[in-house]
């Protein structure tokens, strides 16, 4: 069983910068596998923010395309999202996802406001 635990969340004034992680853990050649950020804002659907491919080959929600960026450590299990210019409408809980095995994180928030 594969667990996959989110950090690096908090509030953050318009403008700057958060970095999250992903880490999984368990059983898993993490390398091989296409892990994927969502978020979901309060009231809102849970919608795909970016995803990376194990060739590393990225894909982003055209929106955060130049702002958002997916990263990926095989050697710690570990999948980051660099966000930039953050504004009042990136906040939302976000969640890590292995699509491939029906793994999703506890999620950890962010709250973009001044």
């Known amino acids: 069983q594969v667990q996959l635990v989110e950090s690096g969340g908090g509030l953050v004034q318009p403008g700057g910068s958060l970095r999250l992680s992903c880490v999984a853990s368990g059983r898993i050649i993490f390398s091989g596998y296409t892990i994927s950020w969502y978020r979901q804002a309060p009231g809102k659907l849970r919608e795909l923010v970016a995803t990376?491919?194990?060739?590393?080959?990225?894909d982003y929600k055209p929106s955060l395309k130049g702002r958002f960026t997916i990263s990926r450590d095989n050697a710690k299990n570990t999948v980051y999202l660099e966000m930039n210019s953050l504004n009042t409408e990136d906040t939302a809980v976000y969640y890590c996802h292995i699509a491939q095995l029906g793994s999703w994180g506890q999620g950890t928030q962010v709250t973009v406001s001044s």
């Open positions: 990376i491919f194990s060739s590393e080959l990225t």
